[in-house]
Every structure is written in C-alpha cells, then in structure tokens.
Nanobody, 121 residues
Framework: QVQLVESGGGLVQPGGSLRLSCAAS????????MNWYRQAPGKQRDLVAA???????NYADSVTGRFTISRDNAKNTVYLQMNSLKAEDTAVYYC???????????????WGQGTQVTVSS
C-alpha cells in the first residue's frame, strides 16, 4: 500500500500563514512529481502548485508569489508554505504524487485524503 497523508491545515485569519505537509508512506521505489490541489465547496478541484523530482516548480496564477512548494526527498514529503492567505484560499487541500511501487513497472497517481484550510476573520 502507498498512502499520502496531509497535515497542517486549520483556521487562520486573512494575511496569516500555514504550512501544509504531505508524507508518502508504504512500499514504493520512486516518486516523480508531487502536487498540491485544492477544492472549495461547489467548485472543481484545481492544481495549486507542482514540483518535479528535480525541484522545478509551477504555480497557479492565483497563488504565485504567496505560496511556495518544496519537497524533501529523503523524507518523501512535499510541503506547501502559504503566506498572505486570503478568504478565497479556503478549501480542502489535497496532495498527490505519481509513484512507482516496488511491485509494479507502472507509475500510479495517488491522492491524499485532504486537509481543510479555512481563512476567515
């Protein structure tokens, strides 16, 4: 089994900061890209930030300059540092990753369960 588990969500005031973490665990040999998505109530799930195995990053226009994605390959963990948070950032944040398990030659995309981020005064 491969699991992605997010942590770090919570309630924060506008302008505040949070750092989300997502750790991969289980039996696998490789992790390719790792990504953060978010989904607000009644809206589609959208890509927020992505990071390749080599460390190249991409961001949604709505978060550029405020969010930073990073990864620690030794810990099989991806982070999302969120600064200058706005009410519009309120959503469930999901990490996902393309992973090759020890028993497979195929890359499979896994999703975490999500962590709630609420930005409100």
């Amino acid at each position: 089994q491969v699991q992605l588990v997010e942590s770090g969500g919570g309630l924060v005031q506008p302008g505040g900061s949070l750092r989300l973490s997502c750790a991969a665990s289980g039996s696998f040999v490789s992790i390719n890209a790792m990504n953060w998505y978010r989904q607000a109530p009644g809206k589609q799930r959208d890509l927020v930030a992505a990071i390749t195995s080599g460390g190249s990053t991409n961001y949604a226009d709505s978060v550029t300059g405020r969010f930073t994605i990073s990864r620690d390959n030794a810990k099989n963990t991806v982070y999302l540092q969120m600064n200058s948070l706005k009410a519009e950032d309120t959503a469930v944040y999901y990490c996902n990753a393309k992973i090759r398990r020890s028993s497979s030659i195929y890359w499979v995309t896994y999703w975490g369960q999500g962590t709630q981020v609420t930005v409100s005064s």
